[in-house]
């Protein structure tokens, strides 16, 4: 099982960071739940002294995600939310950052309400007008955090224009890669420094773990990940690795579904009389499809409708039989939510309404279900509209 140097993206997301297990040959990486490791003598050991700061199957998983993601390492935590704050972690007090005006509600919530603690300071701009990204930097910023596609209004920002922008003023380039996965975006090669991911959502796929990842590219970062991973120990369990090593073997067969899916679905509600707007990047008559294009080997499961009123939209999402009325996205089956009062509650009414974030804004992960059943659940929901 030797990984050639020109393998291919579905043989990688197989077979990076796994050998066969060197005690017994186990083709899958086992599972390995120990708290501490037996030394043979006194400053003689395996590589392994305790499982907060080293552990196989998160090491395999860490290998795997940064070779899918084409970075130098990869260094996993608890969750989306943990990496991030890891992140957070290579600034120093007095740092500013500039992010996506309409980033993940939690990772806006540890900048406005942990790290401003701290003087840590932060400006959200849309990104995808760097001309506001250039107006936001400050002598005193060190870093822009990007999301895209966006969630839930799908606005995308120039990867390659952001990093030239970025390393022209010094800055680190980081990229939430969560809603693409690197199936279909791959930061990296647009010169992302880093990388992140609730690997919560499709990296794992199927809604029965939480974690997440910091894939790094320089090696300064790289250490300085390891060292707080370990120094403040919100590590990913060797069950959540081995899970999500289970779900990157299948992330291009599932991303290729559920891109089908997605596309499939935004078409349909797209010429539905009862859907006033669709946002979905892989429609033409989304503003950035061009840039999508360029930028996404595909397009996703992701994708939100405006069905005109808080009603309305009630009314969908209490009709849908197949689609789980629920937060999350990424997994294989179908999730449907109310950004307004779920995942972006937190959002103040009048910042939600200039992000497009209306009351009558619906939000669909489409899993990988027969597109038939999906739709005919969709049309018997808007019947009722
Ligand atoms: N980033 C994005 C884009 C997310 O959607 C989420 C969670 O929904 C997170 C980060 C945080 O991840 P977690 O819930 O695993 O902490």
Same mark, same amino acid.
């Given at each position: 099982? @030797?990984?050639g140097?020109?393998a291919r993206?579905?043989?990688?997301?197989?077979?990076?960071?796994?050998e066969?297990?060197?005690?017994?040959g186990?083709? /899958?990486?086992?599972?390995?739940q120990?708290?501490?490791y037996?030394?043979?003598?006194?400053?003689r050991? @395996?590589?392994?002294?305790?499982?907060?700061t080293?552990?196989?199957?998160?090491?395999?998983l860490?290998?795997?995600?940064a070779?899918?993601e084409?970075?130098?390492g990869g /260094?996993?935590?608890?969750?989306?939310?943990?990496?991030?704050?890891?992140?957070a972690?290579l600034?120093?007090?007095?740092?500013?950052?500039?992010?996506?005006?309409n980033?993940?509600?939690?990772?806006?919530?540890?900048?406005?309400?942990v790290?401003s603690r701290?003087r840590l300071?932060?400006?959200?701009?849309?990104? *995808?007008?760097?001309?506001q990204v250039? #107006?936001?930097i400050?002598? +005193?910023t #060190?870093?822009?955090?990007?999301?895209?596609?966006s969630?839930? %209004?799908?606005?995308?920002?120039?990867?390659r224009?952001?990093?030239d922008?970025a390393?022209?003023?010094?800055l680190?380039l980081?990229?939430?890669?969560?809603?693409?996965?690197?199936c279909?975006?791959?930061?990296?090669?647009?010169? +992302?420094?880093?990388?992140?991911?609730?690997t919560t @959502?499709?990296?794992?796929?199927?809604?029965d773990?939480?974690?997440g990842?910091?894939i790094?590219t320089?090696d300064?970062?790289?250490e300085w990940?390891k060292?707080?991973?370990?120094?403040a120990?919100?590590?990913?369990?060797?069950f959540?690795?081995?899970l999500v090593?289970r *779900?990157? @073997?299948?992330?291009?067969?599932?991303?290729?579904?559920? !891109?089908?899916?997605?596309?499939?679905?935004?078409?349909?509600? +797209?010429?539905?009389p009862?859907?006033?707007h669709?946002?979905?990047?892989?429609?033409?008559?989304h503003?950035q499809?061009e840039?999508a294009?360029?930028?996404?080997?595909?397009f *996703?499961?992701?994708?939100?409708f405006?069905?005109?009123?808080l009603?309305?939209?009630?009314?969908?999402l209490?009709?849908v039989?197949?689609?789980?009325?629920?937060e999350?996205l990424?997994? %294989?089956?179908?999730? /449907? !939510?109310?950004?307004?009062?779920?995942?972006h509650a937190s %959002?103040?009414?009048?910042?939600?309404r200039?992000?497009g974030i209306s009351?009558g804004?619906?939000?669909?992960?489409a899993?990988i279900?027969?597109?038939a059943?999906?739709?005919?659940?969709?049309a018997?929901?808007?019947?009722?509209?």
């Amino acid at each position: 099982m @030797k990984l050639g140097r020109n393998a291919r993206f579905s043989t990688i997301c197989l077979h990076a960071g796994q050998e066969p297990d060197p005690s017994t040959g186990a083709i /899958i990486t086992p599972i390995y739940q120990t708290s501490t490791y037996v030394q043979e003598e006194l400053g003689r050991h @395996k590589g392994y002294e305790y499982a907060r700061t080293q552990n196989p199957t998160r090491e395999a998983l860490e290998a795997n995600l940064a070779a899918i993601e084409g970075g130098r390492g990869g /260094i996993a935590f608890a969750s989306g939310m943990a990496a991030i704050n890891a992140i957070a972690s290579l600034l120093e007090s007095g740092d500013h950052v500039v992010m996506s005006d309409n980033v993940y509600g939690g990772t806006y919530r540890l900048f406005d309400k942990v790290l401003s603690r701290y003087r840590l300071s932060f400006t959200s701009v849309d990104t *995808g007008d760097l001309d506001q990204v250039a #107006r936001a930097i400050t002598p +005193a910023t #060190r870093m822009l955090f990007v999301e895209t596609p966006s969630n839930p %209004v799908m606005r995308l920002t120039d990867l390659r224009a952001a990093a030239d922008l970025a390393h022209h003023r010094g800055l680190r380039l980081v990229v939430d890669n969560t809603f693409a996965s690197p199936c279909l975006q791959r930061p990296i090669e647009f010169g +992302a420094d880093l990388v992140t991911h609730s690997t919560t @959502k499709y990296l794992n796929g199927h809604s029965d773990s939480v974690g997440g990842v910091v894939i790094a590219t320089r090696d300064d970062d790289i250490e300085w990940l390891k060292f707080v991973q370990n120094a403040a120990g919100a590590i990913l369990s060797p069950f959540d690795s081995w899970l999500v090593l289970r *779900g990157t @073997k299948t992330l291009p067969v599932r991303m290729a579904q559920h !891109s089908a899916n997605g596309m499939a679905l935004a078409q349909f509600l +797209a010429s539905h009389p009862k859907v006033r707007h669709v946002y979905y990047p892989g429609l033409p008559s989304h503003p950035q499809y061009e840039l999508a294009c360029r930028q996404m080997r595909g397009f *996703g499961g992701m994708l939100a409708f405006e069905t005109g009123s808080l009603e309305a939209a009630a009314r969908v999402l209490k009709s849908v039989r197949l689609m789980a009325l629920a937060e999350s996205l990424g997994g %294989v089956e179908t999730l /449907i !939510s109310h950004p307004a009062t779920m995942t972006h509650a937190s %959002v103040p009414a009048d910042h939600r309404r200039e992000l497009g974030i209306s009351d009558g804004l619906v939000r669909i992960s489409a899993g990988i279900e027969d597109i038939a059943d999906l739709q005919e659940d969709l049309a018997q929901a808007l019947d009722k509209v």
